[in-house]
C-alpha cells in the first residue's frame, strides 16, 4: 500500500508552500501554486503545465476525486501522495479539498493593452479585489492587463478570488511606458468623472482603466483618457469598491456592445 509523505520539510513540499506567500519566488521559478480540484480542472482544460501534484486521501474522497487524480496522473507531473497535515501547510485556505499544484507561471511583458475591451488594472493592491475583477471581466468578455505596482494575480488570495478565471483572461503584465493600440479609446473610472458610464458608446473598441482603491486612477493616466467615467448614485454614497464598479460598468458594456 503507498504510503503518504508526512514530512512538511520535504524540499518539494517547502518549494511548493513558498510559492504561495512569496511573489518574487514565484517570479524566479516561472511557477505558481493553485489550490483545489476546480483550479487544477481549469488548468488541465487550458493546457497549463502541471509541475507537481500534491494530493491527499481527502481528494479521494470527494465526488470526481479519482478521475481528477487519473487525469493530472497522464500529464507529466510529478505526483506526491500526502498526508492532510502536509497539505495544510501548502495551502492558504482553512481546510484545504485534497489537492494543490504547481503549475507554469505566465504573465507576459507587454508594451501595449490587450485587443479591446480591455480592462487595465492600475496599482490595484487587495487581492480579492483584482481577483474579483479578473472574474468579471472573463464573464462579459474583457481581456485583462495589469500594471506594474499591482498586485501579483498569482497571488492565492487572488487565483481564489477569480474563481480560477485566471487561466482564462490573457493576463499581460504592461511595460511602464504602455500605450493602447491605434483606434481604441482609453477611457478611466472616477467618481468626479464627466461622463455617465451609460453614455458611453460600448460599441467603439475601448480599454477600461480602473485604479488604485485608495487614490484611483492616477492623473497622469486620467489626462490621457477619452473620458471619465463615472457611475451615478445616491448621496449616501460617495463610490464604490474598485471590484463593484468594475463590474458594473463591464456588465453594461457587454449588455450594450450584445444587444
Keep these: 500500500m503507498l504510503r503518504p509523505l508526512d514530512d512538511p520539510q520535504n524540499k518539494v513540499v517547502k518549494a511548493a508552500a513558498r510559492l504561495g506567500v512569496n511573489r518574487e519566488a514565484r517570479e524566479r521559478a516561472g511557477q505558481a501554486l493553485v489550490e483545489g480540484p ?7 482544460a487550458h493546457e497549463v503545465v502541471l509541475r507537481t501534484v500534491l494530493y491527499s ?36 485556505v482553512e481546510s484545504h479539498q485534497g489537492i494543490a499544484a504547481v503549475v507554469a507561471y505566465d504573465l507576459p511583458f507587454a508594451a ?14 487587495d487581492p480579492a479585489n483584482l481577483g474579483a475583477l479578473v472574474r468579471s471581466a472573463v464573464a462579459f468578455g474583457f481581456r485583462v492587463a495589469v500594471t506594474r505596482g499591482s498586485v501579483d494575480p498569482f497571488n492565492p488570495k487572488a487565483f481564489r478570488a477569480s474563481a480560477a478565471t485566471m487561466f482564462r483572461a490573457g493576463l499581460v503584465r504592461l511595460d511602464y511606458a504602455w500605450d493602447v493600440p491605434a483606434g481604441v479609446s482609453l477611457v478611466v473610472t472616477s467618481p468626479e468623472g464627466n461622463v455617465p458610464y451609460t453614455d458611453w458608446d460600448w460599441t467603439r473598441p475601448t480599454a477600461l482603466v480602473v485604479g488604485n482603491e485608495g487614490a484611483g486612477v492616477s492623473s497622469a493616466l486620467a489626462d490621457r483618457a477619452a473620458a471619465r467615467l463615472r457611475i451615478p448614485m445616491t448621496s449616501a454614497t460617495e463610490s464604490l469598491n474598485v471590484a463593484a464598479a ?7 458594456a457587454f449588455r450594450r456592445h450584445h444587444s
Excluded: S
Design 38 to 44: 476546480h483550479a487544477v480542472e481549469e488548468a488541465l
Design 57 to 92: 486521501a481527502r481528494l479521494l474522497d470527494r465526488p470526481g476525486g479519482r478521475e481528477l487524480l487519473d487525469r493530472t496522473t497522464w500529464t507529466r507531473a510529478r505526483m506526491i501522495y500526502v498526508t492532510d497535515r502536509v497539505l495544510d501547510t501548502v495551502t492558504q
Design 112 to 125: 501595449r493593452v490587450p485587443a479591446a475591451p480591455a480592462l487595465v488594472l492600475e496599482a490595484v493592491q
Design 246 to 252: 468594475g463590474a458594473v460598468i463591464m456588465a453594461d
